[in-house]
């Protein structure tokens, strides 16, 4: 089973719909990111998380938001999304204690490609 | 702020030959790790390698193995006996938690290994 799961894998909406992505994980890591991936653009974090109690925007987090709603689970929501936030989004966990260093090394979904017309 | 530069956008390399890819980045850290992501069609992101940039020593992980060189800033990823399976696209990535996170991607290098 994997260890990050994203609902759902793809999706297609309009402009000015709410959309929901959710994450869910079973490393039982605290951290928990969002990231976008556009051609040509890399991956761009949108908001972090360390805990359920602690939220941080990223580079870009205009237009989204988050909820922590437990230390398993993520969520990003566009509240009223536009064509321009078309991209694949990822999920990813880590925790610094992993290989018993402080490397933070990300763990990833397998992404959400949204499109919005 | 941190930059992290990929500048070979596209590379190929002949099946069992090696190749190289570039990265540089340029901060103002002391303590920082440094990682080469694989993504292949699948679009999953796989972790390839870290690095410690208090650690001198080059990380190696069976083929894959990396040239950092820290006052330049330069931290190049060299694969050996380049497989079919390897053919994906390279993400370069800086991360450090001192002060505000930080985890910044480069923009790609997309990698094709002819047979």
């Known amino acids: 089973d994997a260890d990050v799961t994203q609902t759902p894998r793809n999706r297609i909406t309009k402009t000015g719909k709410r959309i929901m992505l959710e994450c869910s994980q079973t490393k039982g890591h605290d951290r928990m990111y969002w990231y976008r991936q556009d051609p040509g653009l890399g991956l761009r974090l949108i908001y972090y998380?360390?805990?359920?109690?602690?939220?941080n925007k990223g580079e870009i987090s205009d237009g989204y938001s988050v909820s922590r709603q437990a230390q398993a689970k993520f969520s990003l929501s566009l509240e009223s999304a536009i064509p321009n936030q078309t991209a694949l989004y990822f999920c990813?966990?880590?925790?610094?204690?992993?290989?018993?260093?402080?490397?933070?090394?990300?763990?990833f979904g397998p992404g959400t490609r949204l499109t919005v017309l | 702020a941190q930059t992290v530069t990929q500048s070979q956008p596209e590379m190929s390399v002949q099946e069992a030959e090696t190749v190289t890819l570039s990265c540089t980045y340029d901060?103002?850290?002391?303590?920082?790790?440094l990682f080469w992501y694989k993504q292949p069609p699948s679009r999953q992101m796989i972790l390839v390698i870290r690095?410690?940039?208090?650690?001198?020593q080059n990380a190696t992980e069976n083929r894959f193995s990396v040239n950092f060189q820290k006052a330049a800033k330069s931290f190049s990823l060299k694969i050996s006996d380049s497989q079919l399976g390897d053919t994906a696209m390279y993400f370069c990535a800086f991360g450090a938690t001192s002060g505000t996170y930080k985890y910044i991607f480069g923009t790609g290098t997309r990698l094709k290994v002819l047979a």
């Open positions: 901060t103002s850290e002391n303590n920082y790790y």
């Open positions: 990813a966990t880590s925790d610094p204690r992993e290989r018993g260093g402080e490397s933070d090394e990300q763990f």
């Open positions: 998380s360390f805990d359920v109690k602690d939220i």
């Open positions: 690095q410690e940039a208090y650690k001198q």
